[in-house]
T-cell receptor
Framework: AQSVTQLGSHVSVSEGALVLLRCNYSSSVPPYLFWYVQYPNQGLQLLLK??????LVKGINGFEAEFKKSETSFHLTKPSAHMSDAAEYFC?????????????FGKGTLLTVNP | DTAVSQTPKYLVTQMGNDKSIKCEQNLGHDTMYWYKQDSKKFLKIMFSYNNKELIINETVPNRFSPKSPDKAHLNLHINSLELGDSAVYFC??????????????FGNGTRLTVT
């Protein structure tokens, strides 16, 4: 069974500082990995995804993530935080085979950005 | 606008009542889902339908009954509501299940409060 662990339920950074949100996955087959963002009282929006190919994935709003198979990680980064980045971030994994498709989510990391 | 839309946005009701949440997507997707997000923001899949056929049922109490009249609609009916059912329920859609690398598109959620 696949699973996702997000280290740190709450990350606080200053505006302009580096954002690093950690995600480790467990999957018995090659995984597909996703990062979603949830703003207050809204649904989840896709930030970026890794399927195959290039291990450094660029997403929207200046975010990127690197797939490291040896470390089973898919950490999300942004060089310079903006106030508008404050939100809940979810890492998710799906398997690359099987007849059913579902995303398994981590427990989320709340990002706060201080002025 | 192309989107996943769910109604109502807020639902407040008493224990023991029966209520329904409706979801519609105009993205042309074959697969629709219901996810439950608890008070700690943890997202867990409940059901998945592919072209009106149930393909995932994640051990949800049988008080919850999804219904898919066509592939663009997936409604959730809940009987005999309990306090523990209070949560935010998200509808989502994606292309056919074999497309494991396709992201989910989420609605904005229905916040259910059972008193």
């Amino acid at each position: 069974a696949q699973s996702v662990t997000q280290l740190g339920s709450h990350v606080s950074v200053s505006e302009g500082a580096l954002v690093l949100l950690r995600c480790n996955y467990s999957s018995s087959v090659p995984p597909y990995l996703f990062w979603y963002v949830q703003y207050p009282n809204q649904g989840l929006q896709l930030l970026l995804k890794y399927t195959t190919g290039a291990t450094l994935v660029k997403g929207i709003n200046g975010f990127e993530a690197e797939f490291k198979k040896s470390e089973t990680s898919f950490h999300l980064t942004k060089p310079s935080a903006h106030m508008s980045d404050a939100a809940e971030y979810f890492c998710a994994v799906s398997d690359s085979g099987g007849s059913n498709y579902k995303l398994t989510f981590g427990k989320g990391t709340l990002l706060t950005v201080n002025p | 606008d192309t989107a996943v839309s769910q109604t109502p946005k807020y639902l407040v009701t008493q224990m023991g009542n029966d209520k329904s949440i409706k979801c519609e997507q105009n993205l042309g997707h074959d697969t629709m889902y219901w996810y439950k997000q608890d008070s700690k923001k943890f997202l867990k899949i409940m059901f998945s339908y592919n072209n009106k056929e149930l393909i995932i049922n994640e051990t949800v109490p049988n008080r919850f009954s999804p219904k898919s009249p066509d592939k663009a609609h997936l409604n959730l009916h809940i009987n005999s509501l309990e306090l523990g059912d209070s949560a935010v329920y998200f509808c989502a859609s994606s292309p056919a299940p074999r497309h494991h690398n396709s992201p989910l598109h989420f609605g904005n959620g229905t916040r259910l409060t059972v008193t």
